[in-house]
């Protein structure tokens, strides 16, 4: 079976652009969670879906980020007037209901690089 | 709050030689806790998960994690090192509880070589 996909692999832009980065769960999955992979801050949470709402935006770093879910499945992150600070890997990750304990199954990510 | 704590940055061993990777948690109820890989360019893979269940898991590739409530620990060991598990490895407590966000504290890393 097909496991966590997310696009474009790889990502460069300029500062200022917008960028969008999206990811594709397990089928079935009704959790999905987005978390970032940087040199200076490791790998952090940004934020959870449960279907389609977010109950969990705790981790987003700054307004110019934001995320949606539709249809229970795709997800995008998107990033406002990017800075270099954005520069990181974007992983996605879903679980099957997302139970304290659940395995969550992480896709490849996205390296973002904003120039 | 959750959090980990993983005692070493880098650890160096032999081909064949025993691993040993240790991890400190910090928890205001029982945790889950979870081991996982990184290979260079490559995504997380889940190598073993306690749940409150047997103390000593066992995971994929011959690691395996014991759970030790008065020590606060979760290492993760493995007998003998194959090249194949140079990699960075994570240990991670779920934040959640109660039915509250299932979201992953990561500890920093310890990656791992290993020397023929």
């Not at chain 1, 769960?25 to 970032?36: C, M, N, Q």
């Not at chain 1, 801050?41 to 539709?70: C, H, V, W």
């Not at chain 2, 360019?41 to 690691?63: D, P």
């Amino acid at each position: 079976g097909a496991g966590v996909s997310q696009s474009p692999s790889n990502k460069v832009t300029e500062k200022g652009k917008d960028v969008e980065l999206r990811c594709d769960p397990i089928s079935g999955h009704t959790a999905l969670y987005w978390y970032r992979q940087s040199l200076g801050q490791g790998l952090e949470f940004l934020i959870y879906f449960q279907g389609n709402s977010a109950p969990d935006k705790s981790g987003l770093p700054s307004d110019r980020f934001s995320a949606e879910r539709t249809g229970g499945s795709v997800s995008t992150l998107t990033i406002q007037r990017t800075q270099q600070e954005d520069s990181a890997v974007y992983l996605c990750a879903s679980s099957g209901a997302g139970l304290v304990g659940d395995t969550q199954y992480f896709g490849p990510g996205t390296r973002l690089t904003v120039l | 709050a959750q959090s980990v704590t993983q005692l070493d940055s880098h650890v160096s061993v032999s081909e064949g030689t025993p691993v040993l990777l240790r991890c400190n948690y910090s928890s205001s109820y029982s945790p889950s806790l979870f081991w996982y890989v990184q290979h260079p360019n490559k995504g997380l893979q889940l190598l073993l998960k306690y749940t409150s269940a047997a103390t000593l898991v066992k995971g994929i590739n011959g690691f395996e994690a014991e759970f030790k409530k008065s020590e606060t620990s979760f290492h993760l060991t493995k007998p003998s090192a194959h090249m194949s598990d140079a990699a960075e490895y994570f240990c991670v407590v779920s934040g959640g509880y109660g039915g509250a966000t299932n979201k992953l504290i990561f500890g920093t890393g310890t990656l791992l070589a290993v020397q023929p």
